[in-house]
């Protein structure tokens, strides 16, 4: 439960901030993150973890979608990519989670000492993949899509470099 509360709160931040800094399409951002928000709800109250995936790319698109006509690469987006990561793996597991069936302490530490090192190795890769972005052309829509889906890409690799 504290995993799905975490993972609500981390996507929750990420529409938060992408109203807050969307300007004009300020109200796009905000609901189609409160449509990913929902979505995420659903998938953790029914226990779809198929669902997950679709709430976090709504999500993600409600920040694009807030970015649009911004001429600079956002600093955050760093930030934001991990807490999407992380609002993903943390609903996941709270999905997974049987509380008839008792988990060891040291599964546990495991499991949180490998979402901290997927989480810092993320934060690090997107950090580089926007320092690119920032010297080369200037942002545009299609810009942004390109440089989240590279994002994406990136944590796709790391993702499946940390499960063997």
């Known amino acids: 439960m504290i995993t799905g509360l975490l993972a609500l709160v981390a996507l929750g931040s990420t529409v938060g901030?992408?109203?807050?800094?969307?300007?004009?399409l300020a109200p796009v951002s905000l609901g189609v993150g409160a449509l990913g928000g929902g979505l995420l709800a659903v998938a953790l109250a029914l226990r779809w973890p198929t669902l997950v995936p679709t709430a976090i790319f709504v999500?993600?698109?409600?920040y694009v979608a807030g970015r649009?006509?911004?001429d600079v690469v956002d600093g955050w987006a760093a930030v934001v990519g991990v807490?999407?990561?992380l609002a993903a793996e943390l609903?996941?597991?709270s999905i997974e989670?049987?509380?008839r069936i008792h988990t060891e302490r040291s599964l546990t530490v495991r499991?949180?000492?490998t979402l901290a090192i997927l989480a810092a190795a993320a934060l690090l890769m997107n950090f580089l993949l926007l320092g690119t972005a920032a010297i080369s052309a200037s942002a545009s829509v299609l810009l942004a899509a390109a440089g989240v889906l590279a994002a994406v890409g990136a944590l796709v690799v790391v993702l499946r470099l940390t499960r063997g």
Not at 17 to 24: H, I, K, L, V
Not at 59 to 62: D, E, F, P, Q, Y
């Open 68 to 70: 649009a006509g911004k």
């Open 111 to 113: 499991r949180i000492t």
């Open 59 to 62: 999500t993600a698109g409600g």
């Open 97 to 99: 989670h049987d509380t």
């Open 17 to 24: 901030y992408a109203t807050a800094t969307g300007g004009r």
């Open 91 to 93: 609903a996941l597991w």
């Open 83 to 85: 807490l999407l990561l």
